[in-house]
């Protein structure tokens, strides 16, 4: 176990290392905001650092990352602002000089009038003319010229609406605010189109493709693509021959004839617990009526089926409320079943601990409404700048949520990790059996508190490479790492106290595990960064150890099959029938989900042409709810068995497994796959921008393949329907209960 545990605290240790030896990087090479943009022609100043600066927190207020994307990093249905303004520029310029120097279009030049033309624009828009002594960029008339029709361009898209970008009219009126955001528009386009000092290619590592200016997949991105497919399938050699010798070496328990937790000891706080689970299925119903009229303006644009709901609520607060409550409702069924088995893990209810249950219960919900009414108000423009990111609409995919209510929850997971901590505390002084399994425990819940903080790591004005760096923080090393450490304990856990697994093998597996998934987890945060304006290290780290996040996710199988084994071994296991099947489903939306559409996306070479395209949303919406939902649905099952006294009648939860997973199935092969499909050949062949297009997406194919994703949505929503049901029916029967203590 020493061994195990070294290993272990090595991985962590230098793992982390690695990564802010990656943050400084980023702090020290990221794309220069200058103190002021002139024309070089005229000397004339045409933007400040306070225009490109202001322009940012204007894109946040509007939604930011909910309305189109930057960098490849947002939502879909309206363009990304930096490839389009990218492409628009360079037509202009080349148009401009077509006409004047040839008096033609120029797609009537010859090839060699073509080529002359392509390699003046190519030197005017990808030499760097930052000048470091005075920090000014340089930009020639012809260019100036054409920024100025991109202004105003994207000023009438943002004042006048855009009904196939899903964008309302009066999204953004105020003159001073549209043209500090074209400011920014034009410092994200510059970054991607302009060559890093003595290197031959774009701050964003030639992101995106745009074959006009010869953005094109660098040497780095295709060398370390393909030495992450070798190191993965190495490891995956590697792991399968470790756990085939090692898997069967546990202590052999021969289980139980009789259900060991039957005459379990059921105490207040439990009880203070279950009514997370009446406000969490509320949330998840919420969740889904906000998805199915996010999914609808991308078919109408601004409507819903004829109404004009745009004006009320725009694409780009049903697209933040639907992703956030996603975030919510996940996190707080893991915080409650935490909070849930506690006593159990402790043997005792520590003092206050209803109390504080019930402290945490009313914040959640003043944090889940107070942040929804914020970021409204923030979209609807009635806060100014700073007041917007303190309590409005940060802009972030996933963090969108103003700053204050970012601090109050993290208050409350302070609070959750004392209330957990202080059981499991008191378990690891019984030293135990368990001991080593409730200290990767108490390590997860501690890091869980821990890393919600690196969402508080940038400001107001910090720049775009640093907020991305530290978002991805939070997105993945929070919810992908730790809560994954956490779940798997938990898992074990149980399955340890229903003596179907010895406590010593528990701890040892989920040590292991940990060591395993982490190995790659903690570094592999950096294959989302490979364009976001960060160095190359991060392309050949990302790429490597992303690749290893895959490897643990092979032997899903092999766990599906010990879980299926499992049921069918003793008579009154079947009692957990349905919370082992949302785990076994776990397992499978893992290999699938995370496993195969992860790494779909992950390698330089493919997410150079396809980040920012539906096959992200694959990805996102069978890694995020087929594992993590599933996840969180699972545990709330385990712990209304564990509370209720009744015999399930199982129609409900059978129905809505099946329908949950037939649905997420049928949305996915139905509709996100292909469009995502279709959208990579476009980008592969034409360039990123062309797969952003609304001529593509409202294309009558892509539109027949959006109207089909109903048929697994209304599958899904059946599935939810018949779960919260369930849910809240046993919760409330529970509530009525009198025999506890």
């Known amino acids: ?51 490109i600066q202001i322009g940012q927190n204007v894109w946040e207020s509007i939604g930011g990352m909910e309305v189109g994307s930057i960098w490849g990093h947002g939502s879909y249905v309206a363009p990304d602002w930096t490839a389009d303004w990218i492409h628009k520029e360079a037509v202009y310029m080349l148009e401009h000089w077509a006409q004047t120097d040839f008096n033609t279009a120029y797609n009537d030049l010859d090839v060699e009038k073509k080529a002359a033309i392509k390699a003046r624009l190519i030197k005017d828009i990808k030499t760097n003319t930052f000048n470091a002594d005075t920090k000014t960029i340089t930009i020639s008339q012809i260019r100036w010229d054409a920024i100025s029709a991109n202004i105003k361009h994207y000023s009438s898209i943002f004042s006048d609406g855009h009904e196939q970008y899903a964008i309302p009219k009066g999204a953004l009126t105020d003159k001073v605010k549209l043209e500090q955001l074209n400011a920014f528009l034009f410092w994200t386009s510059w970054a ?38 070798v190191l993965l399938l190495l490891f995956i050699g590697m792991l ?16 139980p004839n009789s259900d060991p937790l039957a005459k379990l000891q059921l105490v207040s706080s439990q009880k203070a617990v279950l009514k997370y ?103 609807h423009q009635f806060l100014d700048l700073t ?37 499991l505390i008191f378990a690891i002084r ?12 108490l390590i997860s819940v501690m890091a869980i508190g821990m890393f919600f903080f690196s969402g508080l790591m940038y400001g107001e004005n910090s720049s775009l490479p640093v907020i991305n760096y530290w978002r991805w923080w939070l997105v993945h090393l929070w919810v992908e790492g730790f809560f994954e450490v956490f779940a798997t304990v938990v898992i074990a856990f149980i399955f340890s106290r229903m003596k179907v697994i010895s406590p010593k093998t528990a701890g040892r597996v989920s040590v292991a595990s940990a060591a395993i998934f982490l190995a790659g987890g903690i570094i592999g945060t950096l294959h989302h960064l490979y364009y976001s304006g960060t160095p190359v290290q991060a392309i050949a780290l990302g790429a490597t150890f992303s690749a290893l996040e895959v490897v643990p996710l092979t032997l899903m199988g092999f766990e599906i099959r010990e879980n299926w084994n499992l049921l069918k071994s003793k008579d009154w296991i079947q009692k957990y029938k349905w919370p082992i099947f949302f785990f076994i489903a776990v ?32 990805h996102a919406h069978t890694a995020l709810f087929g594992v993590y939902g599933m996840l969180g649905m699972g545990f ?106």
């Not at 949330?283 to 109408?300: F, K, R």
């Not at 019984?430 to 425990?441: F, G, R, V």
């Open 430 to 441: 019984k030293n135990d059996e368990s001991k080593h399994l409730i200290i990767i425990l």
């Open 192 to 229: 991607a189109s302009t060559n890093r000092p003595e290197k031959d290619y774009t701050y964003t590592s030639n992101w995106p493709h745009e074959p006009l200016i010869d953005n094109l997949i660098t040497d780095d991105s295709l060398i370390w693509s393909g030495l992450s497919i």
């Open 636 to 741: 709330i099952i385990i712990c209304l068995r564990f509370y209720s006294d009744r015999v399930w009648q199982n129609t409900k939860l059978k129905r809505a497994f099946w329908l949950l997973n037939i649905g997420l199935t049928a949305m996915v092969l139905f509709s996100l796959l292909p469009i995502g499909i279709i959208q990579a050949y476009t980008s592969i062949t034409k360039g990123y921008s062309y797969a952003r297009e609304a001529e593509l997406l409202y294309s009558p194919v892509v539109q027949t393949l959006k109207w089909m994703r109903m048929i697994g949505d209304i599958i899904f929503s059946a599935g939810i329907f018949y779960f919260c049901w369930f849910t809240i029916d046993e919760t409330l029967y529970n509530f009525r209960r009198k025999n506890i203590e």
């Open 587 to 618: 397992a499978f939306w893992n290999f699938i989900g995370a496993g195969v559409f992860g790494f779909l996306i992950n390698p330089p070479i493919a997410l150079y042409y396809i980040q920012g395209l539906n096959t992200t949303a694959v």
């Open 1 to 51: 176990m020493r061994k195990i545990w070294i290993a272990f605290i090595s991985v962590v240790v230098l793992s982390f290392i690695v990564l802010i030896w990656i943050g400084t990087e980023v702090y020290q090479t990221q794309p220069p905001i200058p103190e002021q943009v002139i024309i070089k022609e005229t000397n004339e100043r045409v933007y400040t650092k306070a225009d």
């Open 277 to 379: 689970f009446i406000v969490i299925s509320l949330l998840i119903a919420l969740q889904v009526v906000l998805g199915i009229i996010t999914v609808h303006y991308t078919v109408e644009g601004q409507a819903f089926f004829g109404f004009d709901l745009s004006s009320i609520l725009p694409y780009s607060i049903t697209r933040t409320w639907h992703t956030q409550l996603a975030i919510f409702w996940i996190a707080a069924t893991w915080l409650a079943t935490g909070l849930f088995l506690a006593p159990m893990i402790s043997g005792k209810e520590m003092k206050y601990q209803v109390f504080g249950i019930n402290f945490l219960f009313i914040a959640l919900i003043i944090i889940v409404l107070g942040s929804m009414l914020g970021e409204w108000l923030g979209v």
């Open 387 to 423: 007041t917007n990111f303190f309590f409005g609409h940060q802009g972030y995919e996933y963090m969108d949520l103003g700053r204050f209510w970012q601090i109050f929850l993290a208050i409350g997971l302070v609070l959750w990790v004392i209330m957990v901590s202080r059981h």
């Open 240 to 255: 399968t021959y470790y756990y085939l010798r090692n898997h069967e070496k546990g202590e052999v328990l021969e289980k």
